[in-house]
């Protein structure tokens, strides 16, 4: 089943199952993707899944940084929401690698590119990125590449 159906069909399930907080997380994210496809054109065609990965993983980050900024603030409740709402979303992301595995592939292309100093460090990252897709977060990918090259 395509991606973008299985959030159509949960949140028809959330809003007969009278879930209101699941409802609105899903609607927010089919705006996200309905804008994004918007901006890219494609509205009649739609965005085919690793696109629709990639906007999840970025409404993942949004509501993880708005949850420590909230818990910088004191905000425990509101944090625990947006803590709550990444949860949803994060059901909709592949299965992320662990460190150790996002090491390994890391070492990997560190090794194929021949890479010895930090001014290698973007084509590294894009190199892992292209490989793991969006199974990987990219700051983890980012430090786990600098610390390859330092």
Not at 35 to 64: C, M, P, T, Y
Not at 97 to 124: I, P, R, Y
Request: proline residues 1%; glycine residues 6%; without cysteine.
């Amino acid at each position: 089943m395509a991606l973008k159906q299985r959030i159509q069909d949960d949140l028809k399930a959330a809003l007969l199952g009278g879930d209101r907080f699941v409802a609105e997380t899903l609607r927010g994210l089919k705006a996200a993707i309905l804008n994004e496809e918007v901006a890219k054109n494609e509205r009649d065609a739609g965005l085919d899944d690793a696109s629709i990965e990639q906007i999840i993983a970025k409404e993942v980050k949004k509501r993880n940084e708005s949850a420590a900024i909230y818990d910088q603030n004191m905000r425990q409740d509101s944090a625990a929401d947006e803590r709550r709402e990444a949860d949803i979303l994060s059901q909709y992301l592949p299965e992320q690698l662990s460190e150790a595995e996002l090491k390994t592939v890391v070492d990997a292309k560190v090794a194929e590119l021949g890479a010895t100093d930090v001014k290698m460090m973007g084509q590294v990252i894009g190199a892992v990125k292209k490989d793991v897709g969006n199974t990987a977060d990219g700051g983890m990918i980012a430090r786990l590449v600098k610390e390859a090259l330092n």
